[in-house]
T-cell receptor, first 112, second 113 residues
């Protein structure tokens, strides 16, 4: 079945540092790819998404590009802030599955 | 538009009891999915409903069940609660399901004692 492998955490960074979280996937079809973020005590919020190869999703300074040849969807941000401290989940959804398959999540802590 | 709402937000039950959780999707969304989040297992898919029909079910025992009403609101029920059922239960909605973006509610945190 479909699966997502996500970079293990936790990740601790200083403010204004560069953030990368690696995500690779296995899918039988041509899935949509997502990054969700979860702040303490809250549900998941969509951060960005991409639906086809070479699409770049972007939001709030975060970016990820759908790489079909490497089956990857790595999340990047050039300059993190303390407010970016959260858990980040990579996920995919394939046609006919009617579900999201999630990676294990990466906890990111940004220190001032 | 109002977001996905879930009630109750917090719940404490004892082993052997049953519990019903409720989810109201975003207006116009007909697909509702449920997920269980635990520190050990992460986010796991429970089931998905569309127009009152279950289209997919995750690998959970029969104690976990759900349903969807004609107004797209959904409930999930867990019978004969076990300690391991303690988790954050998240509901998500989308227009049609499938590859669409799912929008999540704040979750119901269930503690089983």
């Amino acid at each position: 079945g479909d699966s997502v492998t996500q970079m293990e955490g936790p990740v601790t960074l200083s403010e204004e540092a560069f953030l990368t979280i690696n995500c690779t996937y296995t899918a039988t079809g041509y899935p949509s790819l997502f990054w969700y973020v979860q702040y303490p005590g809250e549900g998941l919020q969509l951060l960005l998404k991409a639906t086809k190869a070479d699409d770049k999703g972007s939001n709030k300074g975060f970016e990820a590009t759908y790489r079909k040849e490497t089956t990857s969807f790595h999340l990047e941000k050039g300059s993190v802030q303390v407010s970016d401290s959260a858990v980040y989940f990579c996920a995919l959804s394939d046609l006919g599955d009617y579900k999201l398959s999630f990676g294990a999540g990466t906890t990111v802590t940004v220190r001032a | 538009k109002a977001g996905v709402t879930q009630t109750p937000r917090y719940l404490i039950k004892t082993r052997g009891q049953q519990v019903t959780l409720s989810c109201s999707p975003i207006s116009g969304h007909r697909s509702v999915s449920w997920y269980q989040q635990t520190p050990g297992q992460g986010l796991q898919f429970l089931f998905e409903y569309f127009s009152e029909t279950q289209r997919n079910k995750g690998n959970f025992p029969g104690r976990f069940s759900g349903r969807q009403f004609s107004n797209s609101r959904s409930e999930m029920n867990v019978s004969t609660l076990e300690l391991g059922d303690s988790a954050l239960y998240l509901c998500a909605s989308s227009t049609q399901g499938g590859k669409e973006t799912q929008y999540f509610g704040p979750g119901t945190r269930l503690l089983v004692l």
